[in-house]
């Protein structure tokens, strides 16, 4: 009777705490997944339900329209070549655990006017794992259009120079299990691939969204439109197939 009525004190202990048997913590029923919740309202995103990672000074949701305005010396970078840790920028985002989805945003960046000035698409999970695409300012010549991808502290950067003139652009952040794809957009009709990637922190929950930034000593307001959830655009390759395992 003593060792029934231990067992019966350890399993309501660990319903209390909320542990199961593993030690692992088990899943909230309150979790709201934001890319299901958008899936069944036809892609509509609910702008007032994003969530700030740092919220910037100045910005507004109105409609289906935010604007960021940045504050000098805000951006996100982790140690690669230039040996700094930035990571201020603000980060709008929404999080899921759906495995299979697309996001699609328009940005407009007309006011950015300074060396780095960026506005683009996220997806922030901690300081030392993200990945951003953007176009950054560069000179009256060009701009670099580009993604970063940080993986566990240590960013990269691919880049291709535009004209300057481009003000607005596109982009389609992509999610097929646990790899990820960017692509932009100079319509929204007809998307170019900019980057493949793999993060193997981003494999259940993530977070995503919108930013702005300006690195150095500057100062502008971004816009962003459009923004909708789809079903994953990011088609299964239909190459060379998967090696053989044993």
Known sequence: MRIK?????????????????NGEQPP??????DVKVALADSGRIDLGKLQWT????????KGDTITITTAPHTDLWQRTYYHFQNDNAPVLQMKTREKFFSFVVKTDFTQSHHR???????????????????????????????????????????????????????????RREDDYCIECSANGQD???????HMPAA???????????????SSFTAVFTDMKITE??????????PDETN
């Open 5 to 21: 009525h231990i067992m019966l004190m350890a399993v309501a202990a660990a319903a209390l705490t909320g542990c199961s048997s």
């Open 28 to 33: 909230t029923t309150d979790f709201v997944d």
């Open 54 to 61: 740092r919220e910037p000074a100045s910005s507004e949701v």
């Open 116 to 174: 780095f000035d960026q506005c683009g698409v996220v997806m922030y999970l901690d300081s030392e794992n993200w990945l951003k695409g953007s176009v950054e300012y560069e000179n009256e010549a060009f701009q670099h259009l580009g993604s970063v991808v940080t993986n566990q502290g240590y960013s990269d950067w691919a880049t291709t120079a535009i004209a300057a003139d481009v003000k607005t652009m596109w982009y389609r952040f992509s």
């Open 191 to 197: 998307f170019s691939q900019m980057r493949i990637c």
């Open 203 to 217: 494999a259940e929950e993530i977070s995503f969204g919108i930013y702005a930034c300006s690195p150095e000593e």
């Open 232 to 241: 994953c655009a990011w088609k299964a390759h239909d190459g060379q197939q």
